[in-house]
């Protein structure tokens, strides 16, 4: 876990490369993977392993034990062939949703060694100096130093549209944007522990949703089972009835 850098240790002129390899190795940078969806394996998994499917593969075993392979070829290749279209079109958007996060991805301006570096996020540490500007996203949560005085837009974060003040002692959070003034900040927070990216775990999670077709297919399949029961009882009821009459 990331510990605490006191903002005094980040001298004005930024951290120095030697700053910047000892951070790291402590695990001070900033590595989080841009979560855009499942994995490969989770997509095949859950394309294959739905209760549907289950069904019919138990069913396609049962008719190659009474001798009717025939059939059960049918009936897994039917489902194998809607498997394979639901993965590749799964696999597709996700590759499409992985170059559009690599694009969109904001860049920070940070200072080490007294000069100005476009780095990525995955590029800073704990510590780092950071220069922002009108336009520029605040990419790690920090604390505003020096001079410099800014507003910024968190409406992003609070849903509130007033623009916040921040100067020298003001906390600055990812995810929000400097709209008027430059000021420079120090990054406290990074990877998972930043509010942007504690905001954004919930809702980056996939999330299945079924179609009313989907749902009622599910509700047939769960209920046919238990109404053959009971129709079967009722007709056991009636035999015993009539012997013993």
Do not use: H
Not at 46 to 56: A, G, L, P, Q, S
Request: hydrophobic share 40%; charged share 20%; proline share 4%.
């Amino acid at each position: 876990m990331p510990m605490a850098i006191e903002i005094s240790a980040t001298p004005m002129t930024g951290l120095s490369e030697q700053d910047v390899i000892e951070r790291r190795a402590r695990g001070l940078g900033n590595r989080v993977p841009p979560a855009t969806g499942r994995t490969y394996g989770q997509i095949i998994r859950e394309n294959i392993f739905t209760f549907i499917n289950i069904v019919i593969f138990v069913l396609a075993l049962a008719l190659v034990l009474v001798g009717r392979a025939g059939d059960a070829l049918v009936s897994v290749g039917v489902i194998s062939l809607n498997i394979l279209v639901g993965v590749v079109q799964e696999i597709r958007a996700k590759r499409t949703l992985d170059r559009i996060a690599l694009l969109t991805r904001p860049t920070a301006t940070a200072i080490r060694n007294g000069q100005e570096q476009q780095l990525s996020p995955d590029e800073l540490v704990v510590g780092d100096l950071l220069k922002v500007g009108p336009g520029d996203q605040i990419v790690l949560d920090g604390q505003v130093v020096g001079e410099g005085r800014m507003q910024v837009d968190e409406s992003q974060l609070t849903g509130e549209s007033n623009l916040v003040p921040k100067q020298a002692g003001a906390p600055v959070y990812s995810g929000s944007f400097c709209v008027n003034g430059t000021a420079l900040y120090v990054a406290q927070k990074v990877g998972q522990q930043s509010l942007a990216n504690e905001i954004t775990a919930g809702a980056r999670a996939f999330r299945r949703v079924l179609t009313p077709l989907q749902n009622q297919v599910y509700l047939v399949v769960r209920v046919t089972p238990q109404r053959m029961d009971l129709f079967d009882e009722g007709r056991g009821w009636g035999t015993r009835e009539t012997l013993e009459v």
